[in-house]
Nanobody, 115 residues
Framework: QVQLVESGGGLVQAGGSLRLSCAAS????????MGWYRQAPEKQRELVAI???????NIADSVKGRFSISRDNNRNTVTLQMTSLKPEDTAVYYC?????????WGQGTQVTVSS
């Protein structure tokens, strides 16, 4: 089992910045993927940004140039730095790790961007 604990999030005005952090514990595989998804009200959960242990990334077009992802493989942490936030970025953000065929999720943290 893997546990994911998120921190960060909150309320920010449009154009502002926030940072989300996630720490994984438990049975961590060496070749995992860690990252972030988000779900806005009445919308499906969508990928925001993910990163492999080797540093390869997949970042949603909607946040490219504004959000960046980083990770510390030794500490099993992943961070999402969000800048130039827009009201449409408002959502619950979930930390995720994929290990083989198994997905693990954090409890989610609310990000609200006011206009």
């Amino acid at each position: 089992q893997v546990q994911l604990v998120e921190s960060g999030g909150g309320l920010v005005q449009a154009g502002g910045s926030l940072r989300l952090s996630c720490a994984a514990s438990g049975s961590i595989w060496a070749g995992n993927i860690m990252g972030w998804y988000r779900q806005a009200p009445e919308k499906q959960r969508e990928l925001v940004a993910i990163m492999t242990t080797g540093g390869s990334t997949n970042i949603a077009d909607s946040v490219k140039g504004r959000f960046s992802i980083s990770r510390d493989n030794n500490r099993n942490t992943v961070t999402l730095q969000m800048t130039s936030l827009k009201p449409e970025d408002t959502a619950v953000y979930y930390c995720n790790t994929k290990q083989g065929m198994q997905d693990y999720w954090g409890q989610g943290t609310q990000v609200t961007v006011s206009s």
